[in-house]
């Protein structure tokens, strides 16, 4: 009975002993783990409630992350992207290159699509956005270049950055876009940033470096030989946001003082020449010689346009020796001081002779043979008016604000055009006919022509 006794209580032992190492395990644990909490709180329990505050939060933050459009839309995007384009293909959508990232700042993935090369037949950047699970194209003519396309995000701001060039030739350049609630708008438009030249006389790279953010910043140019390892400042702009007109408007800085005054420039003949050299030495004036030079340039073209309003067949030149064909224009039978002036255009070329189709939502009007500045020496007149501080001040002459050429651009790029009443220049009938089928709002076509005879 006695040995029954013993045996039992051994066992009884045997059971508790693990209990109790078990309890007295996580009594060590609890007091050497640091509390968080209110005192007094169980461990465990606190313990427990932080691991799932965590998990939770863990949760949310993919869930974030995936918030918006991504690559599991794309088969949907496309079908989208297909109903407001049907050329593209879906051999085509498989070219692009396609990114996510949030451009509206609404906390929500974009889809973008961009390509180089021309892969796909994309030519311009297509920006999608998901509201209330519908899809919508947010972006209007993003022209792709060649070469390279980088959409980015900086400072609110959607960014694509591209590049040009050609044999021993690469331009970089960035443009600005701002969403406004419905569309990505443009606020600035093809601001240089790097680039290098390489041929047998020398190798030279330009850097730019930026100061500030996208709203006010100052952006600056430095060139270096790589030959000789000498780098120089060349060229500074600073960009302020224009809330009122919605764009980035620039200020040229001044890096030296070495250019000449308008007055040892302009002999009074020779404009095109002096807007040349006012361009080419933009940064090599100090603000007033700059702000002076300007408007020495401004003021000799209005006393040009002066000086042929008083030229009767200014207002409308003889359409009938217009040759359609070869786009020239015959001066043969004109009368003297009209021969005088066109000899006078065609010489010192700051100015051309177009012809002029008037055109908006697919009907067109002849509107005449008439004098205009043509794009090179309107972006120079541009630069004056900006140096200048005359706001809205632009030449009586028609001026030119797109150029357009079949053999390389697309038609799109012109009907999505931000510019209220655009001057497109083509070179022929052809593109101009083009345009016209755009269904263009109140757009003026030229063609420059060749001014023959004498």
Known sequence: ???????????????????????????????????????????????????????????????????????????????????????????????????????????????????SYGDGNLKTAIV????????????????????????????????MTSKTGGSGIGEYYMSIYEYTGSELTQVASYIPTDSYFTSPGGAYETTASIEGTLKDFIITYTEKNLETEESTIVQKDRYQYNEGNMQLDQAFLSVDNTAKTF?????????????????QNLYLFSDSKREQFAEGIMEAIDLQWEEMSDWESFVMLPAKYYNEDDCTY????????????????????????????????????????????????????????????LENEMSEFLTADIYF??????????????????????????DADLLVKQNLWKATIS????????
């Open 263 to 279: 007055e040892h420039v302009y002999d009074g003949t020779n404009l095109a020449e002096t807007m040349r050299y006012f361009d």
């Open 128 to 159: 999608i956005t998901e509201e209330n699970e519908s899809l919508r194209k947010i972006s209007k003519y993003m022209e792709l270049a060649k070469y390279e396309n980088k959409p980015s995000m900086r400072d609110g701001f959607f960014i």
């Open 447 to 454: 063609i420059p022509l060749e001014i023959i005879g004498q």
């Open 330 to 389: 015959d001066i043969s039978n004109l009368d003297e001081r009209s021969k005088k002036i066109l000899g006078d255009i065609k010489n010192d070329n700051w100015l051309n002779l177009v012809q002029v189709t008037w055109t908006t939502e697919g009907e067109s009007a002849d509107n005449g043979i008439k004098v205009m500045i043509p794009q090179y020496y309107t972006g120079i007149l541009k630069k004056a008016v900006v140096a200048s501080n």
């Open 1 to 115: 009975m006695k040995k029954c006794i013993l045996v039992f209580v051994l066992a009884m032992v045997l059971v508790i002993l693990p209990g109790c190492s078990n309890s007295q395990s996580n009594d060590s644990m609890q007091s050497s783990a640091p509390l968080s909490g209110e005192e007094g709180k169980d461990y465990k329990g606190e313990n427990q409630d932080d691991m799932n505050a965590k998990a939770l939060d863990e949760k949310e933050s993919n869930e974030a992350y995936r918030k918006g459009l991504s690559g599991n839309d794309s088969e949907r995007i496309f079908g989208y992207i297909q109903s407001i384009y049907p050329k593209y293909t879906q051999e085509d959508f498989a070219l692009w290159t396609k990114q996510y990232f949030d451009v509206t700042g609404d906390g929500e993935n974009e889809a973008i699509y961009s390509s």
């Open 405 to 430: 050429s079949s053999d390389y651009m697309d038609p799109e790029m012109v009907s999505q055009t931000e510019i209220v009443y655009p001057n497109i220049v083509v070179d022929n009938k052809e």
